[in-house]
């Protein structure tokens, strides 16, 4: 089993957490940023998205072919996210190439300045992404979720903004968004796997050169939400979520409850919606949105037949009185068992568990390990009465035009 957690702070405020794995063939180093959509300006939703796309173009030192080619030709998979309140940056790679792909990663961070003709081109590739997602009702449904929970607020608009806010966004927005919060007190760096001293000596000799500039964050707003009903071409599909407000302290369990009840063939989601009441091709009962102090949790059925929609509603009812009322223990033993299986699967590819693991560390200072072992300890009781808790659950429905 991987070895305890642990912590450094540089002179400079940088954050390094470190975490062998004795089994790990390669090294994954992640970089998260504690800024995302909430704490951004209003009319410039969805400049943390877009500074994660520039961050991989031309900088001080490497052209963007030499950072996509020095990431990769070096033994390297590279990729990024940008959520409500983090933006990450994420490596895994063989232990003789990474030298050079830290150098790389470090220039996207030390760099201040951008090409204005990649910065233009690469405003069109955002907007295109988003106009994609606005005309897919699936993607319409997701990124209306939060606004059916938190209204109209930092927490209710959509992680990658608006067409009109991502316009508004000039080169000099970008590179002082950049300045202002890509700084060492706002940085947190996660290097695990087959690393030894000399790895993490390298990390700590290139970011401890970045100068702090200190930190300050607006406080994000959030709002009251309510259902929302929204027509577009789905070709006769009704696309569904029900959304409950969750607190943050009960992440774990609502991550163990979305294992116990969701996922696979022989989830009580699929047996009854999919297959009992023939609704639906992938549903889900899981978390989508995540904040520092609230979860959003999702009961998602995107695209079914609109002669459905009453079923819909009945099959919903039935799946509650299942998990409530029926002898689940066998089901329960049966999923425990799937749960260890993932996790023995995940735990050892670095590249996926790094994208957890940034946001567990930010909001638990807890690895995916420690994650996984506390979520053992919740029973069908305690599962039950997660169930009961959640209320007011406000709807998001895509329906097709008239």
């Known amino acids: 089993m991987p070895s305890p957690l642990k912590k450094e702070i540089l002179d400079n405020g940088l954050i390094i957490h470190s975490l062998e794995i004795p089994d790990a063939k390669t090294i994954g180093i992640g970089v998260g940023v504690r800024i995302g959509s909430i704490y951004e300006p209003e009319d410039k939703r969805g400049i943390s998205h877009f500074l994660e796309h520039m961050m991989f173009k031309s900088n001080h030192k490497y052209t963007t072919k030499q950072i996509n080619e020095g990431l990769e030709l070096n033994g390297g998979v590279a990729n990024a996210f940008t959520s409500t309140f983090l933006t990450a940056y994420i490596v895994e790679v063989v232990p003789e190439g990474f030298p050079k792909v830290l150098d790389i990663l470090y220039s996207m961070f030390k760099n201040e300045k951008y090409k204005e003709s990649e910065f233009s081109n690469e405003k069109k590739v955002v907007i295109s992404e988003l106009e994609r997602y606005e005309n897919d009702p699936e993607s319409r449904l997701y990124d209306t979720v939060p606004k059916s929970v938190f209204g109209e607020s930092d927490y209710g608009d959509p992680v990658g903004g608006y067409r009109e806010t991502v316009e508004s966004i000039s080169k000099e927005d970008l590179e002082e968004f950049k300045a202002e919060y890509y700084t060492p007190s706002n940085i947190f760096i996660l290097v695990e796997g087959n690393f030894n001293n000399r790895h993490l000596a390298l990390v700590k000799e290139y970011f401890s050169k970045l100068e702090d500039r200190g930190i300050s964050k607006k406080k994000p707003s959030k709002g009251d939400g309510s259902d929302i009903i929204q027509q577009m071409d789905t070709k006769n599909q009704i696309y569904y979520a029900l959304n409950f407000k969750v607190p943050i302290d009960n992440f774990i369990l609502a991550k163990a409850f979305a294992r116990f009840v969701s996922g696979g063939l022989s989830s009580l989601v699929f047996q009854t919606i999919r297959e009992k009441y023939g609704i639906g091709y992938h549903v889900s009962f899981t978390p989508s949105y995540v904040y520092e102090d609230y979860m959003i949790y999702t009961l998602s059925v995107p ?100």
């Open 303 to 402: 695209g079914f037949e609109r002669d459905k929609e009453d079923s819909l509603y009945k099959a919903i009812d039935d799946l509650f009185e299942t998990i409530l009322t029926e002898n689940l223990d066998e089901y329960y033993d049966g999923r425990k068992r799937r749960s260890k299986l993932l996790y023995e699967k995940e735990r050892a590819n670095l590249y996926n568990r790094l994208m957890s693991e940034l946001k567990y560390l930010v909001l638990f200072e807890k690895t995916y390990d420690d994650i996984y072992k506390e979520s053992l300890q919740y029973s069908l009781i305690d599962f039950r009465r997660f169930l009961k808790n959640l209320e007011n659950g406000k709807i998001v429905k895509i329906i097709p035009k008239s």
